[in-house]
């Protein structure tokens, strides 16, 4: 049909700003696109972050046809990528109902999965946390975000020690927070040259991000930091 919707001129349009026409023609040329053609326009929208108007595109093809197994990951995407946005405004609930949704439809995607784990690392809920990230890690076991999570989650559940080991390999894998959390670890273990060490490689690898971290730890009544406050590589961060 001449007067059907290309993904061309769809991307021009997100590109001028014009983010309605955009829609517009893009619900016209998914109600009967193929395959490739759907993908490609997933793709204009997910590299714009224009994720509200994409999950919606989708649902209104979803509801007219079944997805193709090859549709599953893009979908995916833009549901991660609604949720993310949600998270950003603090919608706990519905960026966890659509990271729910995705990680069903596309179970192989692992920044989905992590991104779960971190929500509920963050709304404190450990069990449910540690229960995905056991699905990531056995999968991908040096997975550096996944095991600062894991890390996080045995420390904020009350085993220090079991999470040493994770956060070790986050930190050796150049995340500075995995290095907070390990001196934390260390401190509330009483072991102090170790927590001499992770100091001194916090303050050598990420000198201004462990001089924050270290500035808010030090600010929090009950820190286990605070058994470290006089070494002189915490003086010299914070001072």
Request: negative net charge.
């Amino acid at each position: 049909m001449p007067d059907q919707p290309t993904v061309e001129q769809i991307r021009a349009d997100l590109e001028a700003g014009e983010g309605p026409h955009a829609v517009r023609l893009a619900r016209k040329l998914a109600e009967g696109c193929d395959v490739d053609t759907m993908l490609e326009l997933s793709a204009a929208f997910s590299d714009h972050a224009v994720f509200a108007p994409l999950v919606d595109i989708w649902r209104r093809r979803i509801a007219k046809q079944p997805l193709d197994e090859r549709e599953h990951a893009a979908f995916a995407n833009a549901l991660n990528g609604l949720a993310s946005e949600h998270l950003a405004e603090r919608r706990e609930t519905e960026a966890m109902e659509l990271f729910t949704e995705a990680i069903g439809i596309a179970p192989r995607l692992d920044y989905i999965r992590r991104n779960i784990a971190s929500m509920l690392v963050h709304k404190g809920d450990y069990e449910a946390a540690l229960i995905e990230l056991d699905t990531l890690l056995t999968k991908s076991p040096n997975d550096p975000q996944a095991n600062l999570l894991l890390g996080v989650a045995r420390y904020q559940s009350g085993d220090p020690a079991l999470a040493m080991a994770p956060l070790t390999l986050a930190f050796r894998a150049g995340f500075p927070d995995a290095g907070m959390w390990l001196l934390k670890a260390q401190c509330i273990l009483g072991m102090p040259d170790e927590a001499g060490r992770t100091l001194e490689r916090l303050a050598e690898d990420h000198p201004e991000r462990a001089g924050t971290l270290l500035e808010l730890e030090l600010n929090e009544p009950g820190s286990p930091v605070q058994s470290v406050r006089d070494h002189p590589t915490v003086q010299r961060l914070t001072q």
